[in-house]
Protein backbone atom coordinates (compact mmCIF):
# COMPACT_ATOMS: atom_id res chain seq x y z
CA UNK A 1 0.00 0.00 0.00
CA UNK A 2 1.58 3.38 -0.86
CA UNK A 3 0.94 6.75 0.72
CA UNK A 4 -2.57 8.56 -1.12
CA UNK A 5 -3.38 4.83 -2.25
CA UNK A 6 -7.58 4.26 -1.45
CA UNK A 7 -7.64 1.73 1.07
CA UNK A 8 -9.19 -1.50 0.25
CA UNK A 9 -12.86 -1.90 1.65
CA UNK A 10 -13.39 -5.37 3.47
CA UNK A 11 -16.78 -7.15 2.84
CA UNK A 12 -16.82 -8.67 6.79
CA UNK A 13 -19.66 -8.11 8.45
CA UNK A 14 -19.05 -7.66 12.39
CA UNK A 15 -21.72 -9.02 14.43
CA UNK A 16 -20.44 -8.22 17.83
CA UNK A 17 -22.57 -5.69 18.38
CA UNK A 18 -25.57 -7.14 17.50
CA UNK A 19 -25.35 -9.97 20.03
CA UNK A 20 -24.33 -7.60 22.25
CA UNK A 21 -27.69 -5.69 21.74
CA UNK A 22 -29.81 -9.54 22.00
CA UNK A 23 -27.96 -11.03 25.38
CA UNK A 24 -29.14 -7.22 27.14
CA UNK A 25 -32.89 -7.62 26.03
CA UNK A 26 -32.79 -11.59 26.53
CA UNK A 27 -31.49 -10.34 30.54
CA UNK A 28 -33.80 -7.46 30.36
CA UNK A 29 -36.68 -9.99 29.58
CA UNK A 30 -36.01 -12.31 31.92
CA UNK A 31 -35.92 -10.02 35.08
CA UNK A 32 -39.14 -8.67 33.82
CA UNK A 33 -41.03 -11.63 32.80
CA UNK A 34 -42.18 -12.18 36.45
CA UNK A 35 -43.40 -9.28 36.95
CA UNK A 36 -45.90 -9.08 34.44
CA UNK A 37 -48.39 -11.80 35.61
CA UNK A 38 -52.21 -11.16 35.99
CA UNK A 39 -54.14 -9.72 38.95
CA UNK A 40 -53.55 -8.50 42.05
CA UNK A 41 -50.97 -8.23 44.88
CA UNK A 42 -51.77 -10.64 47.22
CA UNK A 43 -49.55 -11.96 50.46
CA UNK A 44 -50.14 -15.97 50.04
CA UNK A 45 -48.22 -18.25 52.63
CA UNK A 46 -44.82 -19.33 52.72
CA UNK A 47 -44.63 -22.74 51.25
CA UNK A 48 -42.07 -24.89 49.26
CA UNK A 49 -42.37 -24.77 45.99
CA UNK A 50 -44.08 -27.68 43.77
CA UNK A 51 -41.61 -29.38 41.31
CA UNK A 52 -43.88 -28.34 37.89
CA UNK A 53 -46.76 -25.36 37.46
CA UNK A 54 -47.77 -26.09 33.84
CA UNK A 55 -48.12 -23.86 31.40
CA UNK A 56 -50.17 -20.80 32.41
CA UNK A 57 -52.68 -22.01 28.73
CA UNK A 58 -56.32 -21.63 29.34
CA UNK A 59 -55.53 -20.63 32.94
CA UNK A 60 -58.08 -18.58 34.94
CA UNK A 61 -56.84 -16.96 37.83
CA UNK A 62 -59.29 -16.25 41.12
CA UNK A 63 -57.84 -14.09 43.83
CA UNK A 64 -59.36 -13.52 47.13
CA UNK A 65 -56.94 -10.32 48.61
CA UNK A 66 -56.83 -9.50 52.49
CA UNK A 67 -60.36 -7.81 52.44
CA UNK A 68 -62.09 -11.06 51.27
CA UNK A 69 -62.44 -9.18 47.53
CA UNK A 70 -62.89 -11.42 44.80
CA UNK A 71 -60.92 -10.88 41.57
CA UNK A 72 -61.00 -12.87 38.23
CA UNK A 73 -57.65 -12.03 36.29
CA UNK A 74 -56.61 -8.49 37.17
CA UNK A 75 -60.82 -7.57 37.28
CA UNK A 76 -62.62 -7.02 40.73
CA UNK A 77 -66.22 -8.96 41.10
CA UNK A 78 -68.76 -9.08 43.38
CA UNK A 79 -70.02 -12.40 44.34
CA UNK A 80 -73.23 -12.46 43.10
CA UNK A 81 -71.88 -11.62 39.51
CA UNK A 82 -69.06 -14.09 40.14
CA UNK A 83 -70.47 -16.84 37.65
CA UNK A 84 -71.13 -14.95 34.72
CA UNK A 85 -68.13 -13.20 34.90
CA UNK A 86 -66.02 -16.47 35.38
CA UNK A 87 -67.71 -17.75 32.15
CA UNK A 88 -67.20 -14.47 30.34
CA UNK A 89 -63.17 -14.65 31.16
CA UNK A 90 -63.00 -18.09 30.36
CA UNK A 91 -64.90 -17.68 26.76
CA UNK A 92 -64.06 -20.21 24.34
CA UNK A 93 -61.30 -21.88 25.73
CA UNK A 94 -61.49 -25.80 25.38
CA UNK A 95 -59.79 -26.92 28.31
CA UNK A 96 -59.81 -24.21 31.41
CA UNK A 97 -57.97 -24.41 34.67
CA UNK A 98 -58.94 -22.23 37.37
CA UNK A 99 -56.35 -21.31 39.90
CA UNK A 100 -57.53 -20.14 43.41
CA UNK A 101 -54.99 -17.50 45.29
CA UNK A 102 -55.27 -16.63 48.57
CA UNK A 103 -53.95 -14.04 50.94
CA UNK A 104 -52.14 -15.41 53.74
CA UNK A 105 -54.45 -13.58 56.40
CA UNK A 106 -57.75 -15.06 55.28
CA UNK A 107 -58.86 -17.90 56.95
CA UNK A 108 -59.43 -21.34 54.67
CA UNK A 109 -63.09 -20.68 55.15
CA UNK A 110 -62.85 -17.94 52.62
CA UNK A 111 -60.80 -19.76 50.13
CA UNK A 112 -63.28 -22.86 50.46
CA UNK A 113 -66.39 -20.41 49.21
CA UNK A 114 -64.38 -19.78 46.07
CA UNK A 115 -63.91 -23.18 45.70
CA UNK A 116 -67.42 -23.50 45.90
CA UNK A 117 -68.32 -20.89 43.52
CA UNK A 118 -66.14 -21.93 41.39
CA UNK A 119 -67.65 -25.77 41.14
CA UNK A 120 -71.85 -24.44 41.02
CA UNK A 121 -70.45 -22.08 37.78
CA UNK A 122 -69.55 -25.32 36.48
CA UNK A 123 -65.88 -25.67 36.50
CA UNK A 124 -64.06 -28.76 38.31
CA UNK A 125 -60.74 -29.47 39.60
CA UNK A 126 -59.76 -26.43 40.99
CA UNK A 127 -56.43 -25.63 41.64
CA UNK A 128 -55.32 -23.92 44.76
CA UNK A 129 -52.11 -21.62 44.56
CA UNK A 130 -49.88 -21.14 48.12
CA UNK A 131 -46.50 -19.69 45.42
CA UNK A 132 -46.22 -16.26 44.76
CA UNK A 133 -46.96 -16.01 40.87
Given at each position: ?????P?????A??????????????I?????????????????????????Q??????????????????????????E????????????????????????K???????????A?????????????T??
Amino acid sequence: MRLGEPARMQAAINITPLVDVVLVLLIIFMVMAPQMRKGPDVNVPNTTKPNSQGDERGRILVSIDEAGGWWINDQPVKPEHFDETLRAAVGAEPNPRVVIRGDAKLNFREVREAMVAVEQAGFHGVAVSYTHL
